[in-house]
């Protein structure tokens, strides 16, 4: 009699554990508004992950791992635009082949986590000599606040396998442009992504990563995400002309399409682990709760501070439409001053070479005007 019930104990369990399935639901991602998400990625090649119920799935070992690490801050109360979004990322993104400065907002809400858009800022000044021949032509990413009109979800709640749903946006970049030869001087231009995501969880089952020779698995659901983006650049409000889409490196209408898995598990931040099948990358990461949050830095005046990022023996030159600019400063991102310099003529340009003891790294500038208030503060980047 013991044996038989020990039997059929033993048949509740291991049937429970294989029929059981993976849902999370928004109380399983309880997302702080600030946290720091860690890992390491590399670059190989990697199968496509298995699809179905029950499944286990094994981290593959990276060949060449590099680390990484975000930070997600809680919002401002004085943002007037991103006012429902519950963290934000700050940082320098590779767009169209240039560095632009720029920051993205989340949301999180019963109904998913999810995409609110971006803001740029007016920090990257960009020189396009070697496509056009002349040492004065560039261009600079301007300021501008990017809210999508309608949501774009990573995950929905509740996540189960078999969900899935399909959503599209428009990724903005504005931009003013100064070329010569075509009589372009600072005129206003718009890069333009239009971008749709096909979503669906083809997978339920364990992740297992080994770590230091102990495997530790999760509950996990593997996201598929289709996407597909097709590019276009307009200067003052027209098609950009082909010298210009080369410097872009811009095909108007060429469609391309990335597919990607995520592994999400509940009770983290976000995904654990992220296959990138057209990029060939692999990552796998943790997340961590913070205490502490940093305000965004804010600007007040249109100020043009070019090249940026600054190499070795280049000139930095600061420039205002319409205020003199009296004195610069700059400071390493722990606030010490490591330059100053005054603008003996009193001029709205300034044309600085800098010390060569200054290392590399990100460093604030702050530029006044003649009573000493603040024009403009701006991220600078030495190489």
Do not use: C
Not at 101 to 112: A, K, M, N, Q, V
């Amino acid at each position: 009699m013991k044996l038989l019930l020990f039997i059929y104990l033993l048949t509740i369990i291991l049937t429970t554990n294989i029929n059981s399935q993976v849902v999370i639901t928004r109380a399983d991602f309880n997302q702080p508004p600030a946290f720091v998400d860690r890992g390491i990625f590399s670059y190989q090649e990697v199968d496509i992950p298995s699809f179905g119920e029950n499944q286990n799935w094994e981290a593959p070992i990276l060949q060449k791992s590099n680390t990484f690490t975000s930070t997600y801050k809680k919002l401002p109360n004085k943002d007037t635009v991103f006012t429902n979004s519950h963290s934000y990322t700050r940082g320098i993104r590779r767009k169209y082949g240039y560095n632009v400065e720029r920051t993205t907002y989340y949301g999180l809400d019963d109904e998913g986590w999810h995409f609110q858009g971006n803001r740029s800022y007016q920090s990257m000044t960009h020189s396009i000599a070697e496509f056009t021949g002349d040492g004065n032509d560039r261009f600079t990413f301007l300021d501008g606040d990017y809210l999508l009109e309608d949501r774009l979800d990573f995950i929905k709640f509740p996540l189960e396998y078999g969900n899935e749903w399909e959503q599209s946006y428009v990724n903005k970049y504005d931009f003013m442009i100064t070329v010569k030869s075509m009589e372009f001087n600072r005129t206003p231009g718009t890069m333009e992504t239009t971008i749709t995501k096909q979503n669906k969880v083809v997978g339920s089952g364990k992740f297992i990563v080994n770590f230091n020779g102990e495997d530790l698995i999760n509950d996990a659901l593997l996201l598929e995400t289709i996407t597909t983006s097709t590019d276009s650049v307009f200067v003052d409000g027209e098609e950009a002309p082909e010298m210009l889409l080369e410097i872009f490196d811009v095909i108007h209408g060429t469609i391309r399409t990335d597919t990607s898995y995520y592994f999400y598990s509940p009770n983290h931040f976000r995904h654990i682990a992220r296959y990138g099948l057209s990029s060939g990358t692999v990552s796998l990461s943790t997340q961590t709760p913070i205490e502490t949050n940093i305000e965004l830095e804010t600007t007040n005046s249109d100020i043009l501070m070019f090249p940026n990022p600054l190499t070795d023996n280049q000139t930095l030159t600061i420039e205002s439409n319409d205020q003199t600019i009296s004195n610069v400063i700059i400071t390493d991102v722990n606030g010490a001053g490591v330059f100053q310099m005054d603008n003996q003529n009193h001029t709205n340009n300034m044309n600085i070479n800098l010390p060569n003891n200054i290392s590399s790294g990100v460093y604030f500038v702050k530029t006044t005007d003649e009573t000493g208030s603040i024009i403009n503060i701006r991220k600078l980047i030495i190489e």
